[in-house]
């Protein structure tokens, strides 16, 4: 028997949340997510510059957010000058936080900004996305982001060569708790399991047909393969079983081993998968720039130790610029200061490049831009009473085939044998109303052989079905299938129809 002083300690519940979130750690992950989540966010606020002052403005048309809670002045509206200010030195807090300069101060001022042009429009500017990004900088705010890969840590003279070769000195880089990171991931982490919950509550996710509007109306922006994809409703179908066990399962199974590894792969191919048949492109980049807050110290200093053995045999030796004369006095420089000059440049130099540019064209000569009038005939086309929908138009797809899955027609097919069944589909198109359908066999004069089916389609449902058997006394050849609403002909497919194959007699 041990002594008890020398019996292990049991782990407890406690110590092991003690440990998860205030482990001592190198903020690798977050410096990467620091480096790469304002480059993402530049991408849709920079084109939003020229326009700023009508979206974020007095002069403008902004839509407040907190106006729709009954708060009238919950935060200042600005005029159009200080907006083109203040977003200019977003930007400007966007790039220094991604460089690492003065990181703190940067971020907190990146989600300040930010968040608050975010709730100055929330029509346009404020999505889902950009909620995600706005508690992401917060939480980069309070960790240690800047002290790994930054300007400040150059400048402070931390970062040095690593130990490629015998005689290095390796850099030893400030730890902090990772609750930060911990934090990040779990926001993912609930932010999936939310959708998850919301897609369970979606009857038309499920069968395939929410995705598979999305797929062809080009909803986002357009998409390379949503048209393709929209072909083969049955796929759509099972990867949307598959996202959604993906997305209740990412909570409990990305933190180590092969649930991380799984759930990290399966995040990456859902989410460029949503940009190729989906057209989304902000929110699957910042969704997998957090995953890089997944990434411990043991994944970097073994990216590391590969990329240095790769280093190594290519002869190649890397170096970091040594620091000039010009570095070594900008060193002698505080910070503070000289990001304290470079905001009010910044605050400076947007509003007098946007009076250079005049988008608005409030110093041309004959005067500010104008409405053009529309055309008389165009707009009373527009005031008129919308026309009725035509039967054609409610109806979005017609196939026939010989098996469904999951509600769907998987296998297309347009010739059959005699005595085999067929299934006939029919998609409708929202909105519509309550439907009579009918379609029938005709041959090639158009007269009618024999009934399919009829049913009635109600407005709730997304599709019908007809399953028909071929008659064994049906001729050869080529038949068509017609389909009608409320007596009308809407479409009308081929099919063609052959003897069936008679069997071989067995042998005695």
Same mark, same amino acid.
């Given at each position: 028997?041990?002594?008890?002083?020398?019996?292990?300690?049991?782990?407890?519940?406690?110590?092991?949340?003690?440990?998860?979130?205030?482990?001592?750690?190198?903020?690798?992950?977050?410096?990467?997510?620091?480096?790469?989540?304002?480059?993402?966010?530049?991408?849709?606020?920079?084109?939003?510059?020229?326009?700023?002052?009508?979206?974020?403005?007095?002069?403008?048309?902004?839509?407040?957010?907190?106006?729709?809670?009954?708060?009238?002045?919950?935060?200042?509206?600005?005029?159009?000058?200080?907006?083109?200010?203040?977003?200019?030195?977003?930007?400007?807090?966007?790039?220094?936080?991604?460089?690492?300069?003065?990181?703190?101060?940067?971020?907190?001022?990146?989600?300040?900004?930010?968040?608050?042009?975010?709730?100055?429009?929330?029509?346009?500017?404020?999505?889902?996305?950009?909620?995600?990004?706005?508690?992401?900088?917060?939480?980069?705010?309070?960790?240690?982001?800047?002290?790994?890969?930054?300007?400040?840590?150059?400048?402070?003279?931390?970062? /040095? &060569? %690593?130990?490629?070769?015998? =005689?290095?000195? *390796?850099?030893?880089?400030?730890? $902090?708790? @990772?609750?930060?990171?911990? #934090?990040?991931?779990?926001?993912?982490?609930?932010?999936?399991?939310?959708?998850?919950?919301?897609?369970?509550?979606?009857?038309?996710?499920?069968?395939?047909?929410?995705?598979?509007?999305?797929?062809?109306?080009?909803?986002?922006?357009?998409?390379?393969?949503?048209?393709?994809?929209?072909?083969?409703?049955?796929?759509?179908?099972?990867?949307?079983?598959?996202?959604?066990?993906?997305?209740?399962?990412?909570?409990?199974?990305?933190?180590?081993?092969?649930?991380?590894?799984?759930?990290?792969?399966?995040?990456?191919?859902?989410?460029?998968?949503?940009?190729?048949?989906?057209?989304?492109?902000?929110?699957?980049?910042?969704?997998?720039?957090?995953?890089?807050?997944?990434?411990?110290?043991?994944?970097?200093?073994?990216?590391?130790?590969?990329? /240095? &053995? %790769?280093?190594?045999?290519? =002869?190649?030796? *890397?170096?970091?610029?040594?620091? $000039?004369? @010009?570095?070594?006095?900008? #060193?002698?420089?505080?910070?503070?200061?000289?990001?304290?000059?470079?905001?009010?440049?910044?605050?400076?130099?947007?509003?007098?490049?946007?009076?250079?540019?005049?988008?608005?064209?409030?110093?041309?000569?004959?005067?500010?831009?104008?409405?053009?009038?529309?055309?008389?005939?165009?707009?009373?086309?527009?005031?008129?009473?919308?026309?009725?929908?035509?039967?054609?138009?409610?109806?979005?797809?017609?196939?026939?085939?010989?098996?469904?899955?999951?509600?769907?027609?998987?296998?297309?097919?347009?010739?059959?044998?005699?005595?085999?069944?067929?299934?006939?589909?029919?998609?409708?198109?929202?909105?519509?109303?309550?439907?009579?359908?009918?379609?029938?066999?005709?041959?090639?004069?158009?007269?009618?052989?024999?009934?399919?089916?009829?049913?009635?389609?109600?407005?709730?449902?997304?599709?019908?079905?007809?399953?028909?058997?071929?008659?064994?006394?049906?001729?050869?050849?080529?038949?068509?299938?017609?389909?009608?609403?409320?007596?009308?002909?809407?479409?009308?497919?081929?099919?063609?129809?052959?003897?069936?194959?008679?069997?071989?007699?067995?042998?005695?």
């Amino acid at each position: 028997m041990r002594p008890a002083a020398d019996r292990p300690t049991p782990d407890t519940l406690p110590d092991r949340l003690r440990r998860f979130f205030y482990a001592d750690e190198v903020p690798y992950g977050l410096a990467l997510v620091r480096l790469l989540m304002p480059l993402v966010l530049l991408y849709p606020m920079l084109p939003r510059w020229m326009h700023c002052r009508e979206y974020y403005s007095t002069d403008g048309a902004n839509t407040p957010l907190w106006i729709q809670y009954g708060y009238a002045h919950m935060l200042p509206e600005v005029s159009g000058s200080v907006a083109v200010a203040l977003y200019t030195l977003m930007l400007l807090c966007l790039v220094t936080s991604a460089a690492g300069f003065l990181t703190r101060v940067s971020l907190v001022g990146a989600f300040v900004l930010y968040t608050y042009f975010n709730l100055l429009d929330s029509v346009g500017t404020m999505t889902k996305y950009s909620v995600i990004a706005s508690h992401v900088l917060l939480l980069l705010s309070l960790s240690q982001c800047g002290s790994v890969w930054s300007l400040d840590a150059w400048l402070s003279g931390r970062w /040095r &060569r %690593r130990r490629a070769w015998p =005689g290095e000195a *390796p850099v030893e880089w400030p730890r $902090s708790p @990772a609750w930060p990171r911990r #934090l990040m991931q779990l926001l993912l982490g609930f932010v999936y399991f939310g959708a998850a919950v919301t897609k369970m509550h979606t009857p038309a996710f499920f069968s395939g047909d929410q995705m598979r509007y999305w797929t062809i109306a080009n909803i986002n922006f357009k998409n390379p393969l949503g048209e393709y994809v929209s072909l083969y409703p049955s796929a759509i179908v099972a990867a949307c079983y598959v996202a959604l066990v993906w997305e209740v399962l990412f909570l409990f199974l990305a933190w180590q081993g092969l649930g991380r590894r799984l759930m990290l792969t399966l995040g990456v191919m859902f989410h460029v998968g949503t940009f190729l048949t989906l057209g989304l492109r902000v929110f699957p980049m910042l969704s997998m720039v957090i995953y890089f807050a997944f990434l411990n110290e043991a994944d970097v200093r073994s990216w590391a130790a590969f990329f /240095r &053995r %790769r280093l190594r045999r290519w =002869g190649l030796r *890397p170096a970091w610029p040594k620091q $000039s004369a @010009a570095i070594s006095d900008m #060193l002698r420089l505080p910070r503070p200061a000289v990001f304290g000059l470079l905001a009010l440049l910044a605050m400076f130099l947007g509003p007098a490049l946007e009076h250079r540019l005049d988008p608005y064209g409030e110093r041309r000569p004959e005067g500010p831009y104008a409405l053009r009038e529309m055309d008389p005939a165009r707009a009373l086309t527009m005031l008129a009473p919308s026309r009725p929908i035509r039967v054609e138009d409610k109806i979005f797809s017609f196939d026939v085939g010989t098996l469904t899955v999951g509600g769907n027609l998987a296998r297309r097919k347009s010739e059959f044998r005699t005595g085999e069944s067929l299934i006939v589909e029919i998609m409708m198109s929202p909105p519509y109303e309550d439907m009579w359908v009918e379609c029938i066999l005709a041959d090639d004069d158009n007269r009618r052989v024999d009934g399919i089916g009829q049913s009635v389609v109600t407005r709730e449902m997304a599709r019908g079905h007809f399953c028909y058997t071929v008659p064994p006394s049906l001729d050869p050849g080529r038949y068509w299938l017609v389909l009608s609403c409320a007596g009308k002909e809407v479409d009308r497919r081929p099919i063609t129809v052959s003897s069936a194959r008679r069997q071989a007699p067995l042998a005695n």
